[in-house]
């Protein structure tokens, strides 16, 4: 699976964006999709995810509520909806997929990642 991560760019602190990660290859559907990120000078962090059948959703505590995971299997697409983004989202965002079924959180379970899409939230 290759991954393309786009819809990056620079929002003022309140507004919204959405990332979409293209995937090309055969086994997307079987997949489950992952969003991190990566501040400078941070660790890569766990931001969303979502299962490959159901479209189990789960996401971490500073985004819940504002960020929305979804994916069409259609067109091999995940997307990232940010809504009330804050100056602490500004970083790289990278897609990642796994064939896993558990611990969605951990970066080191998938086995496809994007390049990254930089966003810059304003104060």
């Not at 959405?18 to 997949?31: H, I, K």
Request: a positive charge.
């Amino acid at each position: 699976v290759q991954l393309q991560a786009s819809g990056g760019g620079l929002v003022q602190a309140g507004g919204s964006l959405r990332l979409s990660c293209a995937a090309s290859g055969r086994t997307f559907s079987s997949a489950a999709m992952g969003w991190f990120r990566q501040a400078p000078g941070e660790e890569r962090e766990f931001v969303a995810a979502i299962t490959r059948s159901t479209g189990r959703t789960y996401y971490a505590d500073s985004v819940k509520g504002r960020f929305t995971i979804s994916r069409d299997n259609a067109k091999s697409t995940v997307y990232l909806q940010m809504n009330s983004l804050i100056p602490e989202d500004t970083a790289v965002y990278y897609c990642a997929a796994t064939h896993y079924s558990y611990n969605f959180d951990q970066a080191n379970i998938y086995n496809y990642w994007g390049q990254g899409t930089l966003v810059t939230v304003s104060s």
